[in-house]
């Protein structure tokens, strides 16, 4: 089956800082790769997406990028807030919706 | 609020009983998924329906496990002679064909 690996599982950077997070999945079949934001007691927070037949896709300071050769995609945010302090989830999958979760980056952006 | 409902929010039990948890999806949403999500962890896919049609079940789904989807609507997820291992978040999302899934709060899970 389908495996997700996530890298860093915690990352810290100062307010302003740019953010990096990275998976890597094992499925060439996978077409499908959002990004899911969770802060403390809520459900997990669609912020982007992308298809397979995209590359990059950019919606205001967040942005992700997909290199289906390698099967890697990446989470960048840019001009950390210190209301982008949550645990951030990458996930993987197919056209029916059962996503494969990575195990989550917990990201704190220091004021 | 037109987002995904569940309840009850928190839900503590004692080794052995049976809980039911209950998802009220987003109003037209015709997909309903139930993942669980250990600390630590990302969400675990349980199961999905299309419209009131279980299509796919995982095997972490047990036995003591059963998920019903009357009339299209909302769903209901029950877990019988419950196990401390059980102790989880159990989160509901739905979609509109599509796997743009949008998730509720959880229901959190105790087992004594």
């Known amino acids: 089956g389908e495996n997700v690996e996530q890298h860093p599982s915690t990352l810290s950077v100062q307010e302003g800082d740019s953010a990096v997070i990275k998976c890597t999945y094992s499925?060439?079949?996978?077409?499908?790769f959002p990004w899911y934001k969770q802060e403390l007691g809520k459900g997990p927070q669609l912020i982007i997406d992308?298809?397979?037949?995209?590359g990059e896709k950019k919606d205001q300071r967040i942005a992700v990028t997909l290199n289906k050769t390698a099967k890697h995609f990446s989470l960048h945010i840019t001009e950390t807030q210190p209301e982008d302090s949550a645990v951030y989830f990458c996930?993987?999958?197919?056209?029916?919706?059962?996503?494969?979760f990575g195990k989550g980056t917990k990201l704190s952006v220091k004021p | 609020d037109t987002g995904v409902s569940q309840n009850p929010r928190h839900k503590i039990t004692k080794r052995g009983q049976n809980v039911t948890f209950r998802c009220d999806p987003i109003?037209?949403?015709?997909?309903l998924y139930w993942y669980r999500q250990t600390l630590g962890q990302g969400p675990e896919f349980l199961t999905y329906f299309q419209n009131e049609a279980q299509l796919e079940k995982s095997r972490l789904l047990s036995d003591r496990f059963s998920a019903e989807r009357p009339k299209g609507s909302f769903s209901t997820l029950e877990i019988q002679r419950t196990e401390q291992g059980d102790s989880a978040m159990y989160l509901c999302?739905?979609?509109?064909?599509?796997?743009?899934?949008?998730f509720g709060s959880g229901t959190q899970l105790s087992v004594l």
């Open positions: 992308i298809r397979s037949n995209v």
């Open positions: 499925d060439s079949a996978s077409n499908y």
């Open positions: 109003s037209e949403h015709n997909r």
């Open positions: 999302a739905s979609s509109f064909d599509s796997p743009k899934l949008f």
């Open positions: 996930a993987v999958g197919g056209s029916q919706g059962n996503l494969i």
